[in-house]
């Protein structure tokens, strides 16, 4: 075990204004009922690095049904944790109880991970030194455990600890590094560097439905490009996403993609990602063919094959594997020179996923330059011009039929 650290203490570094009034709210109740409440986490990292935090996490020495009596809108949650979320107004904050860890090592059912404790255990429970830091909302000091402020300005991301220790006890920090030194960005240190690589297969044992989670947290939150590249970079792409080949420029220029809509407020998935990922395998297994001549069937069962493998790793909820079907199976619609039922297709509810990911074929040089453009156009015609702009698709067809056929007349006629 661990031997009781020393904190140390540091004023002025932040002050209470720039915790939101009802996280600050949610703290002064705590106190004023007697328990111990700090700030901690996430946002005081970001608020040190001069980022706004997506959230304030609050942790306490108060129980959940303790926390949960306080607070007129509040509900114990967690399966493996039980915190308790407040809500106020449409946002819900986190607030949890100070936990240590169990004695035995094998010990990992629920009881063993809620097993509650005092600040000094609860900080060696938190990964990285930088996500260990508490704000004490009443003295106005920022503590810490393990020397997290100073990797904060170093910009370096470090373990609590011994790394291959607290990757090996969680394997899903290492998928954490990489979405903070891909986010922040930090450097690794280089313990935790090589504790990186030398236990990256352990991720193959984490449930696959806690690796989704990881993997929304890792892609959608505005880095997904860089994320990308460190998993690369780390050999994590394959553990990931066994089935795929390297190279993958249209997994890369997706989420390039994602980060430009992240950016801009746009509606994100991983479903979309996941269809980007797997388009290759899918167009090599599917027999993929641009002018439609290939069967719906074999299709979808190209897409249950490739998503049944890559559901041995990570959740594949029943909506994204529609949402990867459709926006799959929609690509010969949308990318034949000659489109039919177009109406139809604009009026699908998967249109708009599978006509992104046709535009990003385009960009990377795999599908129609052409037809991404005549969708593009369409969208943004009024009715009477879609019915023109459909027609000038269909009638030079027929019309050269028409001219094909009258001069094989002209020549029947002229040879009896
Ligand atoms: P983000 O801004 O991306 O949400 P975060 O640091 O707040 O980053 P969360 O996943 O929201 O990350 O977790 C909140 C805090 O809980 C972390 O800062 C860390 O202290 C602790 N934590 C979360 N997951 C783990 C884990 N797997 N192991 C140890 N500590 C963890
Ligand atoms: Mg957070």
């Known amino acids: ?18 915790i939101p009034h009802p996280i600050r709210n949610i703290v002064a109740t705590l106190f004023e009922n007697g328990y111990n409440a700090k700030v901690v986490g996430g946002c005081i990292r970001d ?25 007129p809108r509040a509900f114990v949650i967690g399966r493996r944790f039980k915190l308790v979320h407040v809500q106020h107004g449409k946002e819900i904050t986190e607030v949890s109880t100070f936990r240590r860890l169990a004695k035995r090592k094998s010990s990992r059912s629920k009881n063993q991970l809620n097993l509650f404790g005092s600040i000094e255990d609860d900080h060696y429970l938190r990964d990285f030194t930088i996500n260990a830091l508490y704000f004490d909302m009443e003295s106005e000091e920022i503590i810490d455990y393990c020397g997290g402020l100073q990797d904060v300005y170093k910009r370096q991301l470090r373990c609590i600890g011994d790394p291959n220790r607290r990757i090996t006890e969680d394997p899903c920090r290492v998928l954490r590094a990489v979405r903070f ?6 450097k690794l240190e280089s313990r935790l560097r090589k504790s990186m690589r030398k236990h990256a297969e352990s991720l193959k044992s984490v449930k696959p439905a806690r690796l989704e989670n990881e993997l929304q947290k890792m892609f959608l939150n505005g880095a997904a490009a860089n994320a990308y590249l460190n998993l690369e970079r780390f050999d994590l792409l394959e553990i990931l996403f066994p089935s795929v080949e390297s190279d993958n420029s249209l997994a890369l220029r997706a989420m390039q993609n994602t980060d430009e809509r ?7 998935t991983l479903a979309f990602l996941l269809a980007a990922i797997h388009w290759d ?15 719906i069937a074999k299709s979808i069962a190209a897409a249950e094959s490739i998503l049944k493998r890559q559901r041995e ?29 177009v109406r139809d297709v604009l009026l699908h509810n998967r249109f708009r996923a599978a006509y992104d990911l046709l535009v990003l074929r385009e960009a990377v040089g795999e599908a129609s330059t ?13 009715e009477e011009e879609q019915s023109i702009a459909i027609q000038q698709l269909q009638p030079k067809q027929r019309k050269k039929r028409r001219k094909r056929k009258q001069a094989v007349e002209a020549v029947a006629t002229s040879t009896t």
């Not at 594949?316 to 000659?338: G, M, N, P, S």
């Not at 037809?371 to 009024?382: G, N, S």
């Open 370 to 382: 052409r037809m991404a453009q005549w969708w593009t156009d369409l969208q943004d015609m009024d």
């Open 313 to 341: 790793i990570l959740r594949v909820t029943k909506q994204a594997r529609d949402f990867i079907v459709e926006a799959w199976t929609l690509q010969t619609r949308l990318e034949r020179e000659h489109p039919t039922r």
């Open 262 to 268: 992240v950016a801009n407020d746009k509606n994100v």
């Open 47 to 71: 608020l040190l690095l001069g980022i706004q935090p997506k959230d304030f996490d609050v942790v306490t020495d108060a129980k959940p049904h303790e926390i949960k009596a306080l607070f």
């Open 181 to 186: 030194i891909s986010k922040l960005p930090l």
């Open 1 to 18: 075990m661990h031997g009781l650290p020393r904190p140390q203490r540091h004023k002025n570094l932040l002050s209470p204004d720039q």
């Open 281 to 295: 395998q899918f167009k090599a297994l599917g027999n993929y063919d641009p002018t439609g001549r290939m069967s």
